[in-house]
């Protein structure tokens, strides 16, 4: 479960099982849904018995829920490609260079 001592967490598990291509059914939490969209890239749930009542819908009717794993899995490829990461980086560098420059000259 995503949740730590006092705050929520993005589980590395996520990223691997998503990684994978596994449909992922993760605790509701504000971590896991500021990287993906619940219901579009992987499943959300409150409480056991949501859990419960979502695997069951899930075991009925697989197929909708392929697209689901096969978003988080194309989402996972993104944001965990080398070169977007590297363009953050450099993006955030670059507006705290252009920041300290306006401040300090």
């Not at 794993?69 to 990461?85: D, E, H, M, S, V």
Request: glycine share 2%; proline share 5%.
């Amino acid at each position: 479960f995503p949740e730590s001592v006092d705050c929520d967490q993005l589980k590395a598990r996520v990223l691997e099982a998503m990684d994978s291509g596994a449909l992922v059914l993760d605790r509701q939490n504000t971590q896991t849904s500021s990287f993906y969209d619940p219901g579009v890239d992987y499943l959300s749930f409150q409480n056991a018995t949501d859990l419960k009542q979502l695997v069951k819908k899930i075991i009925e009717n697989p197929i909708p829920y392929s697209k689901i794993a096969k978003n988080g899995y194309q989402k996972t490829k993104y944001l965990c490609n080398p070169n977007y990461f590297w363009n953050k980086i450099f993006h955030i560098k670059f507006w705290i260079l252009r920041l300290l420059i306006f401040l300090f000259l």
